[in-house]
């Protein structure tokens, strides 16, 4: 439903901003800003159809922000340009999988051993209320 063009130009929409990562590293990480943080404004976005975006917005709810944002943020590197590869890379599965359209399930019939069951089970159970009853009636 979405191709690669697409979400070139979907990320070229996105906004990217670096700060200092947290953890680990040293006096690296006070001085080198590392962590990335990808911002996607789906409302405002040129590139989807009003349909894509309630689809996004559907899809991705948890992950969006009140004011219709989608952020992914990456500090797993001391890189800042792995952090943003990454960012992306999250991203374009993100994409995909919102509108990847889901199976469709197809209706099966039961098995002829799971219905033989099944009446076998009415029969015992009739036999049951049956032997309950007093005599005569």
């Known amino acids: 439903m979405i191709n690669r063009v697409i979400i070139d130009k979907l990320i070229l929409e996105a906004s990217f901003r670096?700060?200092?990562s947290s953890g680990a590293g040293g006096?690296?990480?006070?001085?080198?800003?590392?962590?990335?943080e990808l911002r996607?404004?789906?409302?405002?976005?040129?590139?989807?159809?009003?349909?894509?975006?309630?689809?996004?917005?559907?899809?991705?709810?948890?992950?969006?922000?009140?004011?219709g944002e989608l952020i992914l943020v990456s500090d797993?590197?001391?890189?800042?340009h792995?952090?943003?590869e990454d960012c992306v890379e999250r991203f374009k599965e993100l994409l995909n999988q919102a509108?990847?359209?889901?199976?469709?399930?197809?209706?099966?019939?039961?098995s002829k051993a799971s219905r033989l069951k099944r009446i076998e089970k009415k029969k015992q159970h009739a036999q049951k209320k049956e032997q309950r009853r007093k005599p005569g009636i």
């Open 18 to 20: 670096a700060s200092r």
């Open 82 to 84: 792995k952090n943003k």
């Open 27 to 36: 006096q690296h990480v006070n001085k080198v800003s590392s962590r990335v």
């Open 99 to 110: 509108f990847k359209p889901g199976k469709k399930r197809v209706p099966t019939r039961p």
């Open 76 to 80: 797993k590197t001391r890189s800042q």
């Open 40 to 67: 996607f404004d789906i409302q405002a976005s040129a590139w989807l159809s009003d349909e894509q975006k309630s689809r996004l917005i559907e899809k991705l709810a948890s992950r969006i922000t009140r004011q």
